[in-house]
Every structure is written in structure tokens, then in C-alpha cells.
């Protein structure tokens, strides 16, 4: 017994030594992960102050922090940017929910799969922004109709990557649910639903990123509010600096919404023993 | 009830005397187009009580069938299976099983996929983490509760998974080749802790081998299987003094008959 405790203690041991060694690479990571974009802000100023560019369509990286802190201070930047990340958590929640549950039945009922499969695959194939026109007849500019445009484009990636996450369990283990005598709900609890969580984390990764890209768009095409809506005023005006000051801020909101969104599946993936690269 | 008393007394014997009771089983598999195949043809197997028991046989002599039509995986038969006195309706918590994976689930650790056992078992959660805790000592994985089965090695996923079969208290632990994908040395190793484990727990134990030292090394008796059709050929009885002596001249001769009722060396090899 001794020696079986012993060797617990040295896999916590061994688990220590691997988390100083991921925060000594996590380090190494973010400085080569900055050299791209300081090049690029670099050769931006140098392009600027050399005037190799006509301000109006590119100004310097100084004019864009100081349209930035305008923005912030005198006009409702804070505001916009609220509204168009309140509009995608909406939309990737609700379809993200109903994705997974009827993913769910479909994987787990050919005959459910078969009832909606034409259906979604036509619906599938009309691009959101197709809908829109449509959707802002029939619930008006606001808020929405564009929840529910966003709900649909998260819809069908999560739906199929579940569906084919349940037909992927590996039929040893609806073996061992029945020597377990496991009820039709433990075998979903238990069995199925981890089972397709890889599947699943994918995909909810993949279209969080498709949400927040759609959420600009759909702002540019309808309503007065948000960084969308920003972007296109911006260009109308020849505001080259805010225009600027939106796009910086939507590429970096996006990269922090996948990074999270690694973050998290990491988390809830922790029991998998994956390839680190 | 009754009915059972009327078929054990057909026998003249109590159920109590046999855990498990096979009579005239017979299981054919029918591929469409083709001679239905006679998997396993009459049958007949007692189990007593606390008694350790190995199938072996070549491969297609329909060991694993039958041991699975016991576990209640498998249906669909004719003849007369009976555990406790009662005919087998699909699998229960009565009937531990362990399977050549271990199937232990990796996004569960050690303990909870222990605790899967108890699922759907009468104990109260101080009962059910006392009995998962006790199982995890019996197979010495102490220490390693909170792992993930990645984390384990081969040897320690499969122990996990005997105190998996073990954790409903089963009066029977069917095992289908739970060594076979084991290296040699663990292997040996874990057979001796199999004893040591039946010996503790005092339940009746049937094993699918096609090592037919291990059988003869565990087993009280063992049950050689032939294959076309898959039948019961012969049984031997071990004694325990043979059991005790691995590479004894009273083993190494009860392995060369074991291996030619199998098929496996014909007489003239073993004559000489």
C-alpha cells in the first residue's frame, strides 16, 4: 500500500513540474505572439509619419488612439460597444441551447434526424444576412431581429458537430450503460453528452467567432446602435480614425472571445489527454 | 418461486447449491443466405457458491457468447439459464462484469467511474462512498482516486474496472479476458491479486481465458470449450495442490491435458 500512495505523490509531483513548465512557455508564447503586430503598428507610424499615405485613408496610429479616447469620453462608445456584445451573447446562447438539445434528440432518434433534416439543411443553406430583411419586417430594427439572426448562424454548426458528437460514442460504452442498468436519461447524462463534448466545444468556439463577425454586419445593415452601425457612419463621414478605432476594437474583442472560449474548453476538456504541439 | 422449486427439485437439489445453473443451452447466430451457425450447443455448467470457474477454448468456440448470455448482454437462446433460482432477463447488478478493456469512461475519474457501479443501487451516499472507497483499497489503487483513467497504467485501468464489477456487492464476477491485453509480467502480478480479491470477497468468479495456465491457476475447475459447433468438451477439476505449485510437474501435466482437449497438441506430441 505504501508503494501505491508513494506513487500517487509522485504524479502530483510530476503535475507540478509540468504547470512551471507551461507558465515559463506561456511567456515565451506571448512574447513571439507580439512581434506580428508590433511590426505592424511599427511600419503603420513609419508610413504615416513619412506621409507615404494620404491621412484620409489611413491616419496615423496616434490620431486613432486620440479618436479612440474622443470616442470614449465625448461620444457613446461604451454604449455601442454594450449593445452589440449584449445582441451576440443572446443570439449564441439561444442557439447554442438549442442546438445542443435538438442535436441531442437527432443524434439519438434517426427518425427525429429524418424529420428535420430536410428542413434544416434548405434553411441552413440561406446565409443569415439573407434573413435579416426579412426578420427586420417582421420585429423592426431593434435589438431583436438581430438576436435572432445570430441564433440561427450559430445554430447549424453546434446542431451538426452534436449530432454527429451523440452517432460518434463508442458503442462499448451503451454496452457498459446497459450492464450498469442505466436509464435512458443516465446514459444522456453520463455517457452521451460527455461523449459529444468535444464535438460540441468545437463548434461553440468555431461559431463565436461567426457571431461576433455577423453582429457588425448586421448592425451596418440595419438599426442606429452599435460598433456595426459605428463603422458604416464612420465611412459615410470620411471619419477614417473612428472607422479605425471600431475595426482595432472588433479584432481585438474577437480574439478575447476565442481565447475564453480555449480557455474554457480546456477547462471542461481537462479530462482528455490531448497533443500540445 | 414456485416455479423454481419445482425445477430444483427436479434435480433433487436446493438452488443454494448452484449460484448459476445452465440446462441444454443452445445459441445459433443466422446470417441471412447462409446455414445458421451453432455458436454454443447444448450446453450444461453449474456454478456452486464461492466457486472460481475458467472457459477456455480456441478462439470461436463461443466462450465469450455464452459468458455474455449469462451477464444478460446477449439473448435470444434456447434451454435454461438460472442464477439464484432464477431464469436471466437481461443484465443486472447481481452479475458483475469485467470486459478485455477496462471501459473505463475518461471523462470520469478513478472513484466516480467506480461509483457508476452503485448507480442504480439501494445505498445511501455515506454506504455507497464507503463501499467505493473500500473497493478502491481492495484493488490497490489507493492514492489514485481523483486520476483520470489516462493517467493510469493498463494493469491499474483494468484493476479499476474489477472494483467496478465488485462495487455492487455481485454474487458472481464474470470476467471476459480481463488480462488479455496486459504485458506478461503485469499479468501475473494482477492473477495473484484476482486470488487474493476472491479470496476476500467469497463470491463465485467465471473467467474467459485462452491461457490456459492462468485458468489452471485460478480456477477450481476449468471448462474446456471446442469450437464447430461450440460445445462444452471437458471439465476438469483442480485440486488445490496443484494450484499451488505453478511450474510443478502436477501442473505442467494437467496444462498438456487441458491443451489437448482444447485440440491444441494431438496425442502423439504429448505422448512424447
Known sequence: MDTVSQKGRQIGLAGGVESVESARGLSLTWVIGTILPLVILASWQLASSREWVDPVFLPAPSTVVTAFWTMLTQQ??????????????????????????????????????????????????????????????????????????????????????????????????????????????????????????????????????????LVVVAEGLSGLQGLGFLIFRAQGLLLTDQLLVCMVLIGLVGFVIDRSMYVAERRILRWRQGFDG | MDRTSETAGADAEPWEDHRLKIRGLSKRFSIPGRRPLEVIQNANLDIAPGEFVSLVGPSGCGKSTLLRLIAGIDGDYQGRIEFEGRLIEGPGLDRGIVFQDHRLLPWLTLAKNIELGLLNADYSAQEQRHLVQSHIELVGLGGFEEAWPHELSGGMAQRGAIARGLVSQPSLLLMDEPFGALDALTRVHLQGELLSIWRAEGISMLLVTHDVDEAIFLSNRVVVMGSNPGRIVRVFEIGSEVRANRTGDEFNHLKQQVLEAMGEISESVFVV
Open chain 1, 76 to 213: 457613446d462608445l461604451i454604449l455601442d460597444f454594450l449593445v452589440s456584445i449584449n445582441i451576440v451573447i443572446q443570439g449564441f446562447v439561444y442557439g447554442a441551447v438549442a442546438a445542443v438539445v435538438l442535436g441531442i434528440a437527432a443524434g439519438l432518434s434517426k427518425r427525429f434526424e429524418q424529420f428535420v433534416s430536410p428542413t434544416f439543411n434548405t434553411i441552413r443553406h440561406i446565409p443569415g444576412i439573407a434573413w435579416l430583411p426579412l426578420i427586420v419586417l417582421w420585429l423592426g430594427l431593434g435589438a431583436p431581429a438581430k438576436i435572432l439572426v445570430i441564433s440561427k448562424t450559430v445554430f447549424f454548426p453546434v446542431f451538426l458537430n452534436t449530432l454527429q458528437g451523440v452517432r460518434g460514442v463508442d458503442e462499448k460504452y451503451i454496452e457498459l450503460s446497459r450492464v450498469l442498468k442505466m436509464s435512458r436519461f443516465q446514459l444522456i447524462r453520463k455517457i452521451v453528452l460527455p461523449a459529444a463534448t468535444p464535438s460540441i466545444m468545437v463548434s461553440l468556439r468555431y461559431a463565436a467567432g461567426l457571431a461576433w463577425a
